[in-house]
């Protein structure tokens, strides 16, 4: 599956239609800059990087993860074009598997990508009074009609359950999100925060 995920991912991102929310940084990202508390952060499944460089010029030191060594490489020209490239790390790894560690980051986001079996792993991964954000999509028939895999799509109300009393959850919601496409879909934006 990595292997067929990383061939996809890459032949999108060199074929030039691989833009993302016209390369503006997640909104719940920046909904909760100001409560973040400047270090370490993760961009999961970071693409060509339209967060990790707006984490990057906000001060935090940024692990960009992603399957597509594609991706990355069009995230290192743009770090080193804005003259960020010592505040960026890229990393190519498989998500379905990465373990980033614990208590490391003040701040990681996952965009646009799910993988639940990461969340936990995530969840480890924050410091105390770190933050977690994730924006993806929600099962809606309009995700459904565009081909995209059920088991990519959230239910209402799914990632709470994900998270125990160590965790303070800061926003939940659903909004919809005109696509590339033109299609309007489902999206949760979902912020927790690892309580100190």
Request: hydrophobic share 50%; proline share 5%; aromatic share 6%.
């Amino acid at each position: 599956m990595a292997e067929a995920d990383r061939r996809k991912w890459d032949a999108r991102y060199a074929s030039g239609n691989f833009l993302i929310e016209e390369g503006a940084p997640s909104a719940i990202l920046v909904r909760h800059m100001g409560a973040a508390r400047r270090g370490r952060a993760m961009d999961v499944a970071a693409g060509m990087g339209r967060n990790a460089l707006y984490l990057a010029r906000h001060g935090f030191a940024v692990d960009a993860l992603d399957i597509s060594p594609v991706g990355l490489a069009h995230l290192e020209r743009a770090a080193a074009a804005a003259g960020l490239a010592d505040r960026v790390r890229t990393v190519v790894v498989d998500l379905e598997v990465h373990a980033p560690g614990k208590a490391i980051y003040d701040l990681v986001i996952m965009a646009n990508y799910l993988e639940r079996r990461l969340i936990p792993r995530l969840a480890a991964a924050l410091c105390p009074g770190g933050l977690l954000l994730i924006d993806t999509f929600l099962d809606d028939p309009a995700s459904r009609a565009v081909a995209m895999n059920p088991a990519h799509l959230l239910k209402p109300g799914e990632l709470g359950a994900f998270f125990g009393d160590d965790f303070e959850i800061l926003e939940e919601r659903a909004y919809p999100r005109v696509c590339m496409d033109g299609s309007e879909r489902l999206k949760q934006a979902f912020a927790v925060r690892r309580r100190p």
